[in-house]
């Protein structure tokens, strides 16, 4: 038995709780078949956080947070908080806990399993094989720079103010990420940009080009400016590997290439702090859906994207890359037998419930581990 790991597990709102609850399964499973060990703690973020204590998040649970091995979380929000000050409205919880662990680093595959490709909204040939991984700067640029505001003018109209900011330090270390990350993928990346009409994107190419000159010259580098990288992501999506980019364009390239694969409830994400000294980084990891209060409690939410996060966590935080392949083989022979839940569901296919797929994917898991994977 290895060292058991510590691992937070925040449900939240909404479908949260029961893409969880399938999660569990799969790490029971590892407890159970190959003796890897966790130490599972469970509680409350969000809305259900707000219910009964009256904050989206406790310092209690922050403390719990820096001190485990990795973080699940699964969604929060919901119209039954749209009422409530902007400071206790459920994200606020998130937005607390990347900045407290100091999560600057978010990283969003956007994979097509060959069973899902006719999914996309793109030609099936255009996506068929899609692998690609946009690293997303998060605790910087224009969501935080100074000043911001709204202020009043002496003609009586109003002005909005953001201003986006970086600096040589926050780049690099994104950089690093990016450059260490396709060192094991396919050697490429594409660092993004708008240096033509920014000086914070002139900084940007810059610095990035000057780290790849010192310590990453056995990577591709290319440099490509945000508004053509959009484009091209939906003309010809397969020259990329590893994008790496600001955190405003981040958020959008990285919806833009969330829809090629079909659904966001196949996508998971993970957000990586800076190493220790011992090499460990602060993390957490989410499905990038969220929380669906349309559909939560019907059994309809697709547990995939949750599912795939703990792979992410498995393969980032816990050393356990293997084991993390072995959840994307049971999760890719699932939807190959064509099991589905709604947001997925094609003709001919087999439509199940949240528990259903959460079941198949451990039963895959059996079958696997009986062929010696």
């Known amino acids: 038995m290895v060292n058991n790991r510590k691992v937070l597990m925040l449900p939240g709102d909404g479908i949260g709780p029961e893409v969880m609850d399938q999660t569990k399964k799969v790490i029971d499973w590892f407890d159970k078949k190959l003796e890897v060990g966790f130490d599972l703690e469970e509680d409350l973020i969000g809305g259900a956080s707000y219910d009964v204590h009256n904050v989206p998040v406790t310092e209690k649970v922050m403390e719990k947070a820096i001190n485990s091995d990795g973080v699940l979380f699964g969604a929060v929000g919901g119209p039954d908080y749209d009422n409530l000050d902007f400071s206790d409205k459920p994200e606020r919880a998130l937005l607390k806990l990347r900045k407290e662990l100091g999560l600057f680093a978010n990283l969003r595959p956007a994979i097509v399993f060959d069973a899902l490709a006719d999914a996309s909204s793109l030609k099936k040939d255009i996506v068929t094989g899609l692998d690609i991984m946009i690293i997303r700067e998060l605790t910087g640029g224009i969501y935080f720079g100074e000043p911001r505001g709204i202020r009043n003018l002496?003609?009586?109209?109003?002005?909005?103010?953001?201003?986006?900011?970086?600096?040589?330090?926050?780049?690099?270390?994104?950089?690093?990420?990016?450059?260490?990350?396709?060192?094991?993928?396919?050697?490429?990346?594409?660092?993004?940009?708008?240096?033509?009409?920014?000086?914070?994107?002139?900084?940007?190419?810059?610095?990035?080009q000057k780290l790849y000159d010192e310590k990453y010259q056995g990577i591709n580098l290319e440099h490509m400016y945000a508004d053509n990288c959009a484009m091209q992501l939906v003309r010809d999506p397969h020259q990329f590997d590893v994008i790496v980019?600001?955190?405003?364009?981040?958020?959008?390239?990285?919806?833009?290439?969330?829809?090629?694969?079909?659904?966001?409830?196949?996508?998971?994400?993970?957000?990586?702090?800076?190493?220790?000294?011992?090499?460990?980084?602060?993390?957490?990891?989410?499905?990038?859906?969220?929380?669906?209060?349309?559909?939560?409690?019907?059994?309809?939410?697709?547990p995939i994207a949750m599912i795939l996060s703990f792979s992410m966590m498995l393969r980032y935080s816990l050393e356990r890359a293997n084991d993390a392949v072995l959840i994307e083989k049971a999760v890719e022979m699932v939807l190959k037998n064509g099991f589905r839940t709604a947001d997925i569901m094609q003709n001919g296919k087999t439509l199940v419930s949240t528990e259903q797929m959460g079941l198949e994917i451990c039963k895959n898991l059996d079958k696997l581990e009986s062929e010696g994977y």
């Open 154 to 208: 002496s003609n009586g109209k109003r002005e909005g103010i953001n201003t986006e900011v970086y600096n040589t330090d926050e780049i690099i270390r994104l950089g690093e990420v990016a450059f260490e990350l396709a060192s094991i993928r396919r050697k490429l990346v594409h660092s993004v940009e708008k240096s033509n009409v920014m000086e914070s994107g002139l900084l940007w190419r810059e610095e990035i």
């Open 245 to 302: 980019t600001t955190n405003l364009f981040g958020d959008l390239l990285s919806d833009i290439s969330a829809q090629l694969t079909g659904s966001l409830g196949m996508l998971p994400s993970a957000s990586l702090g800076e190493k220790s000294d011992e090499g460990y980084r602060k993390s957490l990891y989410e499905p990038v859906h969220g929380s669906a209060p349309d559909i939560s409690g019907q059994g309809k939410a697709n």
